[in-house]
């Protein structure tokens, strides 16, 4: 199993990035994928997540701000930040259990999913 982000990079406040996620080596269309994130001296926090399906699911600290998104003929994960604060400054990681299941809510460990990728580091500043 492979995660691979990318499109992290610094941003203004109220600028936009969109993350992408290219995932391998699993059933990708069959497996709920999540993104979550660390910002500096905190833990794990999650932040989206989606289901082979299609179906969506946010952490309330981000929604109407954070869209998932996902495209299984490409193996492709998204998450599009807008609206982008100082505090959102960390880097973000995607994960997966390779199963079409989430874990989500406060205390989220690397022991929550299987898989995760090697972050994209995304810096929120003027």
């Known amino acids: 199993v492979q995660l691979v982000e990318s499109g992290g990079g610094r941003v203004q406040p109220g600028g936009s990035l969109r993350l992408s996620c290219a995932a391998s080596?699993?059933?990708?269309?069959?497996?709920?994928m999540s993104w979550a994130r660390q910002a500096p001296g905190k833990g794990l926090e999650w932040l989206a997540g989606?289901?082979?399906?299609?179906?969506?699911v946010y952490a309330d600290s981000v929604k109407g701000r954070f869209t998932i998104s996902r495209d299984n003929a490409k193996n492709m994960v998204y998450l599009q930040l807008n609206s982008l604060k100082p505090e959102d400054t960390a880097v973000y990681f995607c994960?997966?259990?390779?199963?079409?299941?989430?874990?989500?809510?406060?205390?989220?460990?690397?022991?929550?999913?299987?898989?995760w990728g090697q972050g994209t580091q995304v810096t929120v500043s003027s």
């Open positions: 989606i289901y082979g399906g299609g179906v969506t």
């Open positions: 080596g699993f059933s990708f269309s069959r497996s709920a």
């Open positions: 994960a997966t259990d390779g199963a079409d299941s989430l874990s989500s809510g406060p205390g989220l460990t690397k022991g929550d999913y299987d898989y």
